[in-house]
């Protein structure tokens, strides 16, 4: 045989043509797309995730969770899906579709048992910021993260900014110096005034399900990105002022909130609110020899010793997985990142739930409470 192949070249293309395509090509292969489920429709960003996932194929939507029936109809209607991608219940819903993970669109206070439902069935979770209403929740979310060996993350808007990552960087990079000072500005001219949805809106003005108003709504963003440049050092001190201007709309809770958080040589000043005359999500960092502000998502102005002038320019694009939620938690669930201590992690969140319940206890009692390690 070997004779004869020698001899006869057009018989050796035949063959070598004929295994070839006996055999998988690699480069054509497609990742199996990450199966993913929506646990609740009460939460505003629902609509927007659901806008989203067509430009991300790897991922697969296989069931979404509400009980309540005029909410499945109504994102039935609105997004064109079938009938067969609703369940009335998350324990249902894990049975049936088997996802690799949820994401938590339900208010706050119920984030707790649905990650811990999820866990137990070993399904990874990334709930809506803030990660709770209390300590207490999560802690209990971090301890099911930890039995059942899975992740819980959470989502902040301002995680996949690039004006955020290019401050930190600049900051890393030693051009401004030792960080001396943050001021977090977050938040808008209110749910009402935005015009959120009826379900958005009940949760939302709950202290119970919410946690506070704008306190904990938008505050929990400065905390997260305050946190997260600090490396996760804890506040010596937290103190934290509420504010009623609106109280004939938001009766049952602050429309506007100021944080304040101490450590030995650094402050943090967060200022979420509902009355800002327009949208902020901004971010000042300064250091010993220079500063860097944030301009939205995608600015950033740097003012370093010497100059007379600041410096405008774009922040540098991010690329995946750090570019938004779904290639962070595809990244985490493949092992790509294991790092606890980022800004969606769960380490940094049991922290920054630690002080925004401080900063509720201190806006409740007129104290500035002291941290204990």
């Not at 119920?110 to 070993?122: N, S």
């Not at 900051?171 to 960080?179: F, R």
């Not at 946190?227 to 009766?251: C, F, N, Q, R, S």
């Not at 958080?261 to 949208?279: C, E, K, R, V």
């Amino acid at each position: 045989m070997h004779k004869l192949l020698r001899t006869c070249p057009a018989l050796l293309f035949a063959l070598l043509l004929s295994y070839a395509t006996l055999q998988p090509c690699a480069s054509a292969q497609t990742p199996v797309p990450m199966r993913i489920a929506l646990v609740g429709l009460v939460h505003g960003h629902t609509a927007g995730l659901l806008k989203f996932l067509p430009t991300h194929p790897e991922v697969t939507l296989v069931g979404i969770a509400e009980p309540d029936a005029t909410l499945r109809e109504k994102y039935k209607v609105l997004f064109h899906l079938p009938d067969n991608l609703f369940y009335t219940s998350e324990a249902e819903m894990l049975d049936h579709t088997h996802p690799e993970a949820i994401l938590v669109y339900t208010s706050p206070l119920a984030h707790r048992a649905a990650v811990e439902m999820a866990a137990r069935h070993h399904i990874a979770s990334m709930v809506e910021k803030p990660f709770s209403t209390t300590l207490d929740d999560a802690l209990a979310m971090q301890r099911a993260s930890q039995e059942y060996h899975v992740p819980v993350l959470v989502n902040y808007a301002t995680t996949w900014f690039p004006s955020n990552i290019e401050a930190a960087n600049i900051l890393a990079s030693g051009k401004i110096g030792d960080l001396r000072k943050i001021v977090v500005h977050d938040g808008h001219r209110g749910p009402k005034e935005t015009g959120v949805s009826p379900e958005f809106f009940r949760w939302l003005t709950d202290p119970v399900e919410n946690g506070a108003g704008a306190l904990f709504d938008f505050g929990c963003y400065g905390v997260d990105l305050s946190t997260w440049l600090m490396h996760g050092e804890m506040p010596l001190t937290v103190t934290a002022i509420t504010l009623h201007i609106k109280p004939e709309i938001y009766p049952k809770v602050d429309d506007d909130s100021t944080i304040l958080l101490t450590y030995p040589h650094t402050q943090a000043i967060i200022q979420g609110s509902w009355n800002w005359p327009y949208d902020r999500k901004d971010m000042e960092v300064y250091g010993a020899t220079g500063y860097v502000d944030t301009l939205k998502r995608d600015k950033v102005r740097v003012r370093l010793t010497g100059e007379t002038d600041e410096t405008l320019k774009p922040a540098t694009l991010l690329s995946a997985p750090q570019n938004d939620p779904l290639n962070y938690l595809a990244a985490v669930l493949h092992g790509q990142i294991q790092d606890q201590n980022d800004l969606s992690g769960t380490e940094t969140n049991v922290k920054v739930m630690r002080i925004l319940e401080a900063a509720r206890e201190s806006a409740r009692t007129g104290r500035t409470i002291t941290m204990t390690p």
